[in-house]
């Protein structure tokens, strides 16, 4: 028993200092950092596997250390970690979920880290998404629109208008076009709106809707706004009142909803833009699709996003080393590189310039277009947002999407029962 139990510490001890960014140097005084990459598209993987093995070659005192982490479960394993110090060095993220590990004290702020071709090559736009109460605890650097993936076929015989970037579609003209296409057992649209507050509240902003206000004393309050309702009484017509879009996917993820895309059944489906590799890869051969921007409301086509982030932990003992390696990861020519691997438009000025991100093929070039129109997610910074979202606007918007309640219930809702646990977070 003595024996068995000194084999599971030994396991136990190796499994540590694999995970322990805070291991600092090896043999001959070399640095190793560890970076945790939720890449899992195969060609991401292979892009960032690829870069670490290129920096690796060309620097002797730094090695860094490939981890492969998980979206389903980064929170709570990240959590986790920080709390027994033993968090990666260089961590990949998503801004949306930096907010509590940000106020937390578990990540670096990046201001005096990062050097100036860096800051400068991404827009301030995208830095206020990884900002959190004046300090920069991540550097955002792919960003996914919201798109329209249509039947073009469909789009062609009908005789619709093809929105464009510079010509896209209003939102009253989107919901007459749904109209058109639909008929014979078939819908203009498929919403999958499984998870409905991030995509309600991010397209939302084409049309002025802000539904978190902040105060001169920096507190939040909920407000919905008529600006707030055009997205959601959108949707809740389509399905309710023209029968354009299928109740039946109100309760999918996207990717579920393909088939049915594939099958003929749907005209469009609203997706982020990488699911295009999931299309070009599962679609029918000669099934002809395209991208089409989301439409356009009072402010244009801006929309909210959460740009993927590479943090540092605070307790690195390597800040610096690993600054220089999310540099080299971010260079330019690195960047659209992890962005054509992952399918997502990069947030680099320079990166966006790049003629693979411009092509016809893949639709590339409509994604690349929206870049310059996203905006940080409304509620990026809004603590208590996560309970907010789970304990009132999923129920409520779901239960309005479904027509079981009106939109002056789901207001009452959304602001009423809403406030009520933001305010438990601002005392």
């Known amino acids: 028993m003595r024996a068995r139990l000194l084999v599971v510490l030994a396991v136990i001890g190796l499994l540590l200092t694999a995970c322990t960014g805070g291991s600092g140097g090896g043999s001959g005084g070399v640095i190793t950092l560890h970076f945790q990459s939720l890449a899992w598209q195969q060609e991401s993987v292979a892009a960032n596997k690829e870069l670490v093995k290129e920096w690796n070659a060309a620097h002797q005192d730094v090695k860094v250390e490939y981890v492969q982490g998980s979206w389903d479960s980064v929170h709570d394993q990240l ?20 907010a509590d590990f940000a106020y937390g004290g578990y990540l670096a702020d990046l201001r ?31 960003q996914e629109p919201r798109v329209l993936i249509a039947n073009a076929k469909w789009l062609k015989e009908s005789g619709v208008r093809i929105p464009t970037p510079e010509k896209p ?40 809707g802000q539904m978190f206000h902040r105060d001169a004393a920096g507190k939040v309050t909920v407000r919905f706004d008529p600006a707030d309702a055009v997205v959601p009484r959108t949707v809740y017509d389509e399905v309710n009142t023209d029968g354009s879009a299928s109740s039946a996917t109100l309760g999918m993820g996207g990717s579920d909803t393909l088939p049915g895309f594939f099958g003929g059944k749907y005209a469009m ?20 699709w395209q991208v089409l921007p989301a439409p356009a409301g009072a402010d244009g086509l801006t929309q909210g996003v959460s740009p993927q982030t590479l943090s540092i932990a605070e307790d690195s003992p390597h800040k610096k080393e690993a600054a220089e390696f999310i540099d080299f990861l971010l260079q330019p020519k690195n960047m659209v590189r992890l962005a054509l691997g992952d399918w997502m438009p990069p947030t680099g000025t320079e990166a966006l310039k790049d003629p693979a991100l411009h092509t016809a093929k ?53 602001v009423k029962d809403g406030n009520l646990v933001l305010a438990r977070y601002q005392r």
């Open 362 to 414: 893949d639709d590339w070039a409509t994604g690349t277009a929206l870049a310059a129109q996203l905006r940080s997610a409304p509620a990026q910074s809004v603590r208590g947002y996560p309970e907010w979202k789970d304990k009132v606007a999923t129920p409520a918007f779901q239960e309005y999407y479904s027509g079981a309640i009106g939109l002056s219930e789901l207001r009452r809702r959304l």
């Open 169 to 208: 579609w209003s939102w009253d003209e989107f919901r007459t076009i749904a109209k058109q296409l639909s008929g014979k057992g078939r819908y203009g649209v498929a919403w999958p709106l499984k998870e409905p507050v991030s995509a309600t509240l991010n397209l939302s902003l084409s049309t002025g």
């Open 79 to 98: 959590l986790t970690s920080f709390e027994g110090g033993e968090a990666p060095d260089i961590i990949h993220d998503a801004s949306d979920d930096l």
């Open 269 to 288: 489906v609203p997706l982020g833009f990488s699911y295009r590799q999931q299309i070009a890869q599962q679609a029918p051969k000669g099934f002809d």
């Open 112 to 142: 005096e880290l990062l050097p100036e071709r860096l800051k400068s090559d991404i827009s301030q736009h995208s830095w206020e998404t990884a900002t959190f109460g004046g300090g920069v605890y991540g550097v955002p650097f792919l």
